[in-house]
């Protein structure tokens, strides 16, 4: 029963590189989120999708891209890392519904140097 | 917008301690209220919820009631125990089916 499941959970970047987050859930959620954690500010919105083909951002959007092929993946893009990014970053699935639990990844600690 | 406000940790106790953490929101509708906790290097949980108003979640000892009146959602628990050390986050979901979280508060429980 695997869930959620993010990859890598740690991994470093120089200043201007790229990168993709993995996300991928087996419980066949429409709705798939990311958020970054930082200390003090909780978790914040990034992107999020209501189903495959369908994205949005969310509160801290600026310098992520997000797409939603298929219902199982979320990946997120960081274009060109800069040191604000440097977080950990979680994943999230749920069904659509008010009360619906949502389900989180293990986090992607990301230092961008 | 949707907020949530929650206690400012550190908070440090002692084993058998009585635990508080407030939480109070702002919401338009009536949104679903949840506690989530997060163990040392792993991702959030599901601690508890509540989907409208006088409902008491509860779970692991912990509880929670839905206020409207107050728009609360304190989370509590009589005797705590080192193994509820972590990470314990309250947050709502309103109609556009978002979370939004408060900022987190550590817990420590001594032995």
């Known amino acids: 029963n695997a869930g959620v499941t993010q990859t890598p959970k740690f991994q470093v970047l120089k200043t201007g590189q790229s990168m993709t987050l993995q996300c991928a859930q087996d419980m066949n959620h429409e709705y798939m989120s990311w958020y970054r954690q930082d200390p003090g500010m909780g978790l914040r919105l990034i992107h999020y999708?209501?189903?495959?083909?369908?994205?949005d951002q969310g509160e801290v959007p600026n310098g992520y891209n997000v797409s939603r092929s298929t219902t199982e993946d979320f990946p997120l893009r960081l274009l060109s890392a800069a040191p604000s990014q440097t977080s950990v970053y979680f994943c999230?699935?749920?069904?659509?519904?008010?009360?619906?639990?949502?389900?989180f990844g293990q986090g992607t600690r990301l230092t961008v140097v | 917008g949707n907020s949530v406000t929650q206690m400012e940790g550190p908070v440090t106790l002692s084993e058998e301690a009585f635990l508080t953490i407030n939480c109070t929101y702002t919401a338009t509708g009536y949104p679903s209220l949840f506690w989530y906790v997060q163990y040392p290097g792993e991702g959030l949980q599901l601690l508890l919820k509540a989907t409208k108003a006088d409902d008491k979640g509860s779970n692991k000892g912990f509880e929670a009631t839905y206020r409207k009146e107050t728009t609360s959602f304190h989370l509590e628990k009589g005797s705590v125990q080192v193994s509820d050390s972590a990470v314990y986050f309250c947050?709502?979901?309103?109609?556009?089916?978002?979370?939004?979280f408060g900022a987190g508060t550590t817990v420590t429980v001594r032995a």
């Open positions: 947050a709502l979901l309103a109609n556009d089916y978002k979370l939004s």
């Open positions: 999708s209501v189903g495959a083909g369908i994205t």
């Open positions: 999230a699935s749920n069904r659509q519904g008010g009360n619906t639990e949502a389900f």
